[in-house]
């Protein structure tokens, strides 16, 4: 089946310092892949859509400058989280589906803590 | 965005058939249904999804309303593993671009 793997698994940084996050599906092509943020005891909150080749999509309200989306090949989208402060903290995901008619494959998560 | 309803918990016993409830009333022709569970701390894990016909796998059955206005997801035998919140979603093409947006979900409580 399908597999998306997303590193790191958690990482705790100081304020004001940038955060990389990985996201690679392993067994197929994803021209799109989602990101989400997560906070305690809530829903999924879709971010970003991000496009391999082009500008990601962001939904309203998240701040494209603070929350960088590179899709550089088709296999493999990284969201950047810059100058990070404590409200950033959160837990991450990001998800990518085989193009066609199957479901969303999700990665296991970044619980980043900003301290 | 397409929204789901879904109720925020249900419980069910060990061993006995669950049914989850959504209703997507303002669900568009060429929406599919969606759904995922997640447990603490994990990224959601697919379960199902359909678009007109009820759909089995080996994880659950989806059954979905002849007007589409709503679906059931039913796991037929319930196990202390299936304690999770599951999502009930509209995977939504708009001008070409998806999006898969998330509602609150339903936690389910298995009781032994």
């Known amino acids: 089946g399908a597999v998306v793997s997303q590193h790191p698994s958690w990482v705790i940084c100081k304020s004001g310092t940038s955060v990389k996050i990985e996201c690679r599906s392993l067994?197929?092509?994803?021209?799109?892949m989602f990101w989400y943020r997560q906070f305690p005891k809530q829903s999924l909150m879709l971010m970003a859509t991000?496009?391999?080749?082009?500008?990601?999509?962001?939904e309203q309200g998240v701040e494209k400058d603070k929350f960088l989306i590179n899709h550089a090949s088709l296999t493999l989208s990284t969201l950047t989280v810059t100058s990070a402060h404590p409200e950033d903290s959160s837990f991450y995901i990001c998800?990518?589906?085989?193009?066609?008619?199957?479901?969303?494959?999700f990665g296991s998560g970044t619980r980043l803590t900003v301290v | 965005d397409a929204k789901t309803t879904q109720p925020n918990s249900m419980e069910s016993n060990e061993e006995e058939p669950v049914h989850l409830p959504c209703n997507h009333s303002t669900i568009s022709g060429t929406d599919y249904i969606h759904w995922y569970r997640q447990l603490p701390s994990q990224g959601p894990e697919y379960v199902i999804h359909?678009?007109?016909s009820n759909v089995n796998n080996r994880m659950a059955s989806l059954a979905i309303a002849e007007d589409r206005k709503s679906s059931t997801l039913i796991l037929h035998r319930a196990t202390l593993r299936d304690a999770a919140v599951y999502y009930c979603i509209l995977r939504v093409l708009n001008f070409g671009n998806e999006k898969l947006t998330f509602g609150t979900g339903t936690r389910l409580t298995i009781i032994p």
């Open positions: 998800s990518a589906s085989p193009t066609g008619d199957y479901g969303y494959t």
């Open positions: 991000s496009n391999e080749g082009s500008k990601a999509t962001y």
């Open positions: 067994d197929f092509q994803a021209t799109t």
């Open positions: 359909g678009l007109t």
